[in-house]
Each structure stands twice: as C-alpha cells, then as structure tokens.
C-alpha cells in the first residue's frame, strides 16, 4: 500500500472498504474526480490513468468509423497521446463497431452518467499503461476484427479477429478496473495475458457469464511468471460457472470477494500460479462444493504448488484444496494490501459494481 497516496486523500468514509473509504463520501466528487487516482491498492496502485491530463467530455455515443473517429466519441478519446480523464456528458449505450484500442494514460470514468459498453466489440488494452476504468457496464461483448482500427493519432493497422472479451489486458502493465458490471460477454468478462502485470480488479459486480476471468497467456507462455494480479472487494454473483479467476505462472492476490454462485469451481489454475486466497466469503451450492480446481495436472505436481486460503468463510459445505510446504519465499515477497476479516466481507461488497453517483451528494 503506498502511504503517502492513501493519507493523501484518505475521506474516513467507515465503509469499512478501504479504496471506498478513501473517496467516496466527498460529497463534491464531481470537482474532485482524480481523487479516485489515489485510492487505488493491490498490485495496480501506482496506475494514475489520466490524472495529469485534462478533461475530455465524451459528447456522442457512436462508433462510426474506427479508423477515423469523430471528437467527441469514447474511440477518439482513448487513443489520444496525451493523458486524459475521460468523462461523459449523459447517459448512453455505446455499440462499439470494433475493438476500443487504448492509449496509455487514460481514465474511463462513468461517474454521473449512465454508460453501458454492449453489443459489439468491447475494451483492449495492449501494451500500454497507466489504464483505469471506472463506473461503466460492460456487457455482451462480441468477436470482432479483420478490418483496420485506429490506436493513436498516428497509427492505425489490420486487427485480426477479437475472442469478445469484456476488458482483454495484453502485455499491458499498471491497470486497475474499480466499481464496473460485467456480465453475459463472448469469452471472458476480463482476461490478462502475455505479460500484462501490475494488475488491480476490485468492487466489481460479475453475472450470467461462463468464464469469467483468465490470468495467464497459456501454460507455454513463461513470461507471465512475473503477472502479479489483485482480485479484491468483488462480487461473483448469479450465473457464474467457472475462472473466478483462472490462473497461469503467476502470483494472484485473491482477498475479500464475495462468491455466492460457481457451476464448477470458483478459483482455477495451472503451471504453479501461486494463489493467495484470504478473507473471502464462499457460498458454495448443493451440487458444487469445491472452491478449487487444478486444470489437467497431476496430483504429485500440483502438491508442490502453493495455493492457500487464509481466514476465507466457507458456507454450505464449501471447502478450499491447498497445497504448498510451508510459507515458501515465493509465498512471502508479496500480499498485495491486507485482507479484512471474512465476517465484513457482506458489507464491503454491498455495493460491488456500477455506483449511483449524482452531482452534489455522496455516491
């Protein structure tokens, strides 16, 4: 946790959530918004987004011509080279026609507004940094491609065909997704490959959605040794069936999120991710008890990988398979911020997802 950052802004809003707590009740939000760019924690608390850029108000929800973009519209605000803090002016849905290729240095930030990202292509964040997404539905995401796109002022190229993913983090680095809804998307609501690190998922509301979140490229793919995602405050709700998350390679700080529904497991992996599970709550169903699943490994290797569950809840039969010898080195060069009791875990998740904020009050 940087310190400096949190008592900077620090509100005491007695949520009991500590990023909540640290901007939330500011009333004033609405002139205060690059507050929220302090009150980050986990591995992603040093991503600023665009807090040392100016405003740019998203005016037009369409997505005419990728290439080409109109000012004005969410595309030509994301692939400008400056930093910016991205707001909107109303409502809206935006049908995305392609991927919305970021630049680094930018803030989506759908407080005051109504913002749905659905229906069409949806988020890429590719070898960039400084990444924060804010407020936003994201929501039946489709394959997309084979066409040009444009990523910067500068540059556009051919982009292949897109698996349909919510959010897909590649190779991308300093990134925090807070307070969004996802749900019912082609593949994954989020998923963070080749590379990507630096990662914070946090207060997040997820529904109606096979898989859910995929940390890792492939077991091949060893550069992703060094991912190091935090998974916090999130809510795992109804229609989920598996990757909450999935995991390859590397460490994933799992704390303090609320499962009440899985089909199949809860908290997946292989290729020795190390997984630290504490303070979360699981609700397990009457037909799927267990929280864990070692995909297509044998159990002489798996035993050596360090998995843990640490203060974690188990309701309704739940149970969690660990693994590992001991507190190894691996386990202890990082908990990515500290874990609340599990008993809280109700209460720090309740408003899990896209917040009501309006000008002049709280959200």
């Keep these: 946790m940087n310190s400096s950052k949190r008592q900077l802004s620090y509100l005491s809003c007695g949520t009991g959530n500590p990023i909540d707590d640290c901007w939330r009740c500011d009333p004033n939000w609405v002139n205060n918004r690059k507050r929220l760019a302090d009150c980050a924690i986990g591995f992603g608390k040093n991503a600023i987004g665009g807090q040392n850029g100016r405003f740019y108000v998203v005016t037009d929800p369409n997505d005419d011509d990728p290439v080409n973009p109109r000012p004005g519209t969410l595309r030509h605000a994301v692939i400008q080279s400056e930093p910016l803090w991205i707001i909107f002016q109303r409502d809206m849905v935006i049908q995305l026609k392609e991927e919305l290729i970021m630049n680094s240095y930018k803030t989506i930030d759908g407080r005051g507004a109504n913002v749905h990202i659905a229906n069409g292509a949806c988020i890429t964040i590719q070898y960039v940094n400084n990444i924060i997404i804010h407020g936003i539905h994201i929501h039946d995401c489709k394959p997309a491609g084979n066409t040009n796109v444009r990523s910067s002022p500068t540059h556009y190229g051919y982009r292949t065909r897109s698996d349909g993913d919510g959010i897909s983090i590649f190779g991308g680095r300093a990134v925090w997704v807070d307070h969004c809804s996802l749900s019912s998307c082609a593949d994954g609501l989020i998923d963070a490959i080749r590379g990507s690190t630096a990662i914070t998922i946090s207060n997040n509301f997820f529904t109606h959605h096979d898989k859910v979140m995929l940390l890792g490229h492939n077991d091949d793919y060893t550069q992703d040794v060094n991912m190091q995602v935090t998974v916090a405050f999130n809510h ?128």
């Design 236 to 363: 795992f709700g109804e229609g989920l069936v598996q990757r909450m998350p999935r995991c390859r390679h590397g460490y994933f700080h799992v704390v303090n999120n609320d499962y009440t529904h899985w089909e199949m497991y809860a908290i997946g992996g292989s290729a020795n991710p190390t997984i630290n599970s504490q303070g979360n709550r699981f609700l397990a169903s009457n037909d799927h008890k267990e929280v864990t699943k070692r995909e297509d490994t044998p159990d002489s290797v798996w035993q050596h990988w360090n998995w843990r569950s640490q203060g974690d809840l188990m309701l309704n039969g739940a149970f969690f398979t660990a693994s590992g010898a001991g507190a190894s080195s691996t386990y202890a060069r990082a908990s990515s911020m500290g874990a609340r009791p599990s008993s809280v875990v109700g209460s720090i998740t309740a408003t899990a997802g896209v917040l009501t904020c309006r000008k002049g009050s709280s959200c």
